[in-house]
């Protein structure tokens, strides 16, 4: 079975940081957030992944995994989605390349679960039932936020609401699924995909293929979504807790007299100045200088950052190349600009 990533969207809701760098290769602990994904992919039996983007990310997207492929035994395609039409079209963007596929798994290269639940997926769908499309499934409370699932009373999937403002349903749709290629093909294939009113990509399957056979499995895990910036803080917590370690390049120098309380990570080169603090779940980029008696708590400063001296940053991003003053006070902020007094109070910056 082959593996569809989709990385094609927009992301205009993790500006500032994607106004530079496509948010599936943000940097988290060092590696692109999409490298996790494909790397829990290596960990099943896929070995060919087809990455679905747009056309403004593909260089870079591909100069960014273009050793990683090989390295974790993945064979990389990469597919362009030329106008930005949901999932559901960006996956009709690769059928070329899942013809000889009877079932394919589709994965939302912007979302990241806690443990493998790519390979969970795969272990329970049941090959034998001849299933229409095959999804992970969990329980929300925010339902505006997902696509929600009702259940016929035979335990078939009835029908996918986006997003409803109100709803008795509880089962949310993830961003891991698995998809009967001739039928979903057949399904979209005449469909004219309107901007701004997508609907989720098994949808399709169940408005035209009646009765379609489509079922779920209930994934009882945490996962992050990368919506906004301050979900990057969210994933590496996530990582970092799996890895249940810190991550310290042999490059980065500790002052003596710094404390870094693990788990934590720090990149190449990285540079922690006398007193400073590095507390749990925070990560220090590549080239970033750490200050004197400075504090990094539960955040992530992004590659070739300064970080003056007597510094607090909690729970916040600063991105990369930031230059950041002696005595700033960050909590709960996306640092992308020098902060400023005048503005200090709403964006939770102080000086």
Known sequence: ??????????????????????????????????????????????????????????KTIKECFENDGAQLGLKLQYVIQREALGPAHAILCARNLLRDQEYFLVQYGDSLAEGNIQKETLERFPLEEHLDAFLTLRVVEDTKRYGMVRLRNDGFVAEVEEKPMETKEKLGVMGTFILNTEKYMSSVEQEQFIQGRERFPADYVLRKQAPARVKGWVYAGSRIDLGTPLDVISAQRMLLKEQNASTVERTAHIHESAQVNAPVFIGRNAVIGPLSVISEYSSIGNNTIIGQRTRIDASCIMDDCRVGDDCVIHNSVVVPKMQVKNKTCLSNAVLAEPPHPAVANSAGVSV
Request: glycine residues 6%.
């Open 1 to 58: 079975m082959k593996g569809v990533v989709l990385a094609a969207g927009q992301g205009k809701r993790m500006q500032p940081i994607s106004e530079t760098l496509p948010k599936e290769i943000i940097p988290v602990l060092g590696r692109p957030f999409l490298f996790y994904i494909l790397k829990r992919l290596h960990e099943t039996k896929i070995r060919e992944v087809i990455i679905v983007t747009a056309p403004w990310k593909e």
